[in-house]
């Protein structure tokens, strides 16, 4: 099925790349159409071909996620984040203001998204910052994860505490 759509991908892109070629006088109302249509058809493909690459890399039964949000965001600015699963780094990601004002607002960023093996895992993710009086601040959090036959989504949340003045980091497993 793949080669199929993949030789009829071919085949569009072909016959745009002829249609391109002719000249603009010659085109009649007939071809621009049917050269709109075959252009409609090859981003339906392109679609269809992301989704399916998407469920060949990473299928439902080892498919994990990890997304980070951020509550107010006045007691810690993020500068970087790591995450480690079974003391291997599988996430580097480095903010810009862009994105933290995105969080700040209630934004949600997907950080990862891989494949895991069943059964229990170790998650360490590392914040990097600045935190209150805007000194240097690294914190980290753990959880322990089981993988199922299902897909896995952890939430890291950065959260501040006002009654202690701290920044808190949780970590949730969504159900």
Same mark, same amino acid.
């Given at each position: 099925m793949f080669y199929k759509q993949l030789l009829h991908i071919t085949s569009i892109l072909l016959i745009l790349s002829i249609s391109t070629f002719t000249c603009a006088e010659e085109r009649s109302p007939a071809l621009e159409s049917q050269v709109q249509n075959l252009k409609k058809e090859v981003l339906d493909l392109n679609k269809e071909l992301f989704i399916l690459e998407e469920d060949l890399l990473f299928? =439902?039964?080892?498919? *994990?996620?990890? *997304?980070?949000s951020m509550d107010i965001g006045q007691l810690f600015d993020l500068d970087s984040v790591q995450i480690n699963?079974?003391? !291997?780094?599988i996430s580097n990601h480095l903010y810009t203001q862009r994105e933290i004002n995105a969080l700040k607002r209630g934004g949600v960023q997907r950080v990862y998204l891989g494949n895991i093996a069943s059964g229990k895992h170790e998650l360490v993710a590392f914040f990097t910052g600045k935190g209150p009086? !805007?000194? =240097?601040y690294k914190r980290g959090t753990t959880i322990e994860i089981e993988k199922t036959s299902s897909p896995l989504f952890v939430e890291l949340k950065i959260i501040d505490n006002l009654s202690k003045q701290q920044p808190e980091f949780k970590t949730k497993v969504w159900e």
């Open positions: 299928p =439902a039964n080892t498919q *994990f996620s990890i *997304f980070l699963i079974d003391g !291997k780094n009086n !805007k000194r =240097a």
